[in-house]
């Protein structure tokens, strides 16, 4: 169980102006598995290497429980990396592959046997120990370089986008996989990937990065529903914003007022609300708009609005589609409760 | 079809390499041996009992070219993997010049580098010894084992190492574990060359070695000028028995299928 935090990181590549990580203050609760998530580019895998030891940051420190291990070179930390291809190594076979790291260690052959078996076990690779790397699938390939980094024990374990080297269809059993070794080894883990969708089903927090900085930390559903700000909310597909006015529980916008939550801020913000969260038909904050558009997305249908001149968007069930013509007016709802307010720009 | 004209190449290949060495065995058991015989009239082993023994020198020898030989192979790895791996490697500036300068004294005659580095060596008090000579020959031997190593780094991914830091290795292991295995056919190839072409130079051992190191080509020069057919095709038979022997053992090792440089990096 250990925690790991990062304190004022900062990268700059050596020619480019602009730093890959700017000043990033991160804690990782110990024993959770905590997703960094960003578009590429933002400085995650960059950040993955600060923390493994692959790269010196320009300022800032690392620490585990604390302790700094910034100036420790990679095997020292006992944080173990498994990158985005399995990268296991090809002269050496399964059962070779997993043990390395125990055999760098100088641990008797009869121990390294043992638990190189049980590894393979738990990650369903039983009598494959035998086979070389190109031998195997691309999901039991992701399956062998992930045992080869937990065999270790490590404090920390860092994932890099453990699971976009996979067919769509071997992701759900990679991340269901990932997600129960997780719990039961309880290993601080720390994945990095660019899908939301990915990061909100596989971790317990989500540590959103945007241009090289901290957007928002928190459980899954904060980032979702409660965003920090607007970038926060368009990288979880937020579209509807207003902008506008909060003052007395009434929201004063282009849409006339709208009635907020308990509780919401005053002052100028911008109103967002999910579209899965706009009710199409009567209820609280009513208003009429006219059908712009109507999308069939397979499991939902995007409905797109125009009230007062301003352009709204639903996300709806199909069986709904039908009845939705565009060009004809419909009455849609603001749910209170669903309304949230950004900071302005 | 096929199959036959690839059988009658071979054939045509081995008949081409293996028939300029006939009249050499031949000359090395000859007691005489006068155009236009087909045969040597009298065969016999003096000339082989000659060469093998300590007055011909040819042991002594054997053993100084082997020394050379293989330090200044030791050498060209030293300095020619590292520099292979950031030729290799990086892209950088100046990094064509250091082709070039690489690529000169292979491309230069010897006679031109010769002068110069004899009056360094001079200067260093390492003319006339054998340190002098390793160090002469490394001039056309590191070409070769830089450029090899170059091309054979250019297609290593680095992140097997990263990979292997990460899992506890250290910089030794990671070295010895996983770059080492990946690069090994290319470093055979490269050390094949650096020690053949230590083990057949004559120009540079003979001017700065001053006539003080007897490399076998010196050795074989002297007899054949002193007209001895007979004991210069034993040396000469003795002469490319290394090179024969090194490429028996790592022939199939660097050669077609079972090298595949390019599929053991990547799985």
């Not at chain 1, 125990?102 to 009869?110: A, D, V």
Request: hydrophobic share 50%.
């Amino acid at each position: 169980m250990t925690t790991l935090s990062l304190h004022g990181l900062r990268k700059t590549y050596p020619g480019v102006g602009q730093a890959a990580v700017h000043g990033l203050d991160l804690t990782v609760d110990s024993g959770s598995l905590t997703a960094l998530l960003g578009p590429s580019g933002c400085g995650k895998t960059t950040t993955m290497k600060l923390i493994a030891g692959l790269l010196s940051p320009d300022a800032g420190e690392v620490a585990l429980d604390g302790t700094p291990i910034t100036t420790l070179p990679p095997e020292r930390r006992g944080i173990a990396m498994v990158f985005q291809n399995p990268l296991l190594f090809p002269h050496l076979t399964i059962a070779q592959n997993i043990g390395f790291g125990l055999r760098m260690q100088r641990l008797p052959q009869t121990d390294i046997a043992e638990r190189v078996a049980a590894m393979l076990a738990r990650v369903r690779l039983d009598g494959l120990g035998d086979r070389r790397p190109a031998a195997l699938s691309g999901g039991q390939q992701q399956r062998a370089a992930l045992a080869r980094a937990l065999i270790l024990q490590p404090k920390v374990l860092l994932l890099d986008e453990p699971l976009s080297s996979l067919d769509p269809s071997l992701r759900d059993e990679m991340r269901a996989l990932i997600r129960t070794l997780q719990q039961e080894t309880g290993i601080t883990t720390l994945v990095v990937t660019h899908d939301q969708a990915e990061a909100v089903a596989l971790a317990d927090r989500i540590v959103l990065m945007l241009d090289g900085r901290l957007a928002q930390h928190g459980p899954p559903e904060d980032l979702y529903r409660r965003p920090a700000s607007l970038a926060v909310a368009r990288f979880f597909g937020g579209v509807n914003f207003i902008p506008g006015r909060s003052q007395g529980g009434l929201f004063q916008c282009p849409i006339g007022p709208l009635t907020l939550p308990p509780g919401a801020p005053q002052g100028d913000h911008i109103l967002t609300l999910r579209p899965e969260a706009l009710r199409l038909g009567p209820g609280a904050n009513p208003r009429t708009g006219r059908i712009d558009f109507v999308t069939f997305l397979g499991t939902q249908t995007r409905v797109g609005l125009t009230v007062d001149g301003t352009a709204l968007q639903a996300l709806t069930t199909p069986d709904l589609a039908g009845q939705l013509v565009p060009g004809t007016d419909l009455t849609i709802s603001l749910p209170p409760e669903a309304l949230w307010l950004l900071p302005p720009e | 079809m096929r199959a036959n004209l690839r059988t009658l190449a071979g054939l045509a290949l081995a008949v081409f390499l293996v028939l300029p060495f006939l009249p050499l065995v031949g000359w090395s058991v000859a007691r005489g041996w006068r155009f236009p015989a087909l045969l040597p009239d009298q065969v016999g082993v003096d000339a082989w009992a000659y060469a093998l023994s300590p007055p011909s020198g040819v042991l002594a020898s054997f053993a100084v070219t082997t020394l050379i030989a293989s330090a200044t192979t030791l050498l060209a790895i030293l300095v020619g993997l590292p520099a292979g791996r950031a030729l290799g490697l990086y892209r950088f500036r100046g990094r064509g010049l250091v082709f070039l300068l690489l690529l000169a004294p292979a491309l230069l005659p010897g006679i031109a580098v010769v002068f110069g580095l004899h009056g360094i060596l001079l200067r260093l008090g390492l003319a006339g010894s054998i340190p002098g000579v390793i160090l002469a020959h490394l001039v056309p031997v590191l070409p070769y084992m830089t450029l090899v190593m170059a091309a054979v780094f250019a297609r290593f991914d680095t992140a097997f190492e990263d990979q292997a830091r990460s899992l506890g290795a250290t910089p030794w292991q990671t070295f010895r574990h996983v770059t080492l295995p990946a690069i090994l056919p290319g470093l055979m190839v490269g050390a094949l060359f650096a020690f053949l072409v230590s083990w057949s130079q004559y120009l540079l051992t003979l001017s700065i070695g001053g006539g003080r190191v007897q490399t076998l080509p010196l050795l074989l020069f002297s007899f054949a000028s002193a007209g001895r057919n007979d004991i210069t095709a034993a040396i000469a038979l003795l002469y490319i028995l290394p090179g024969l022997m090194i490429l028996a053992v790592t022939a199939r090792r660097i050669t077609g299928r079972g090298a595949a440089l390019t599929e053991r990096l990547h799985p």
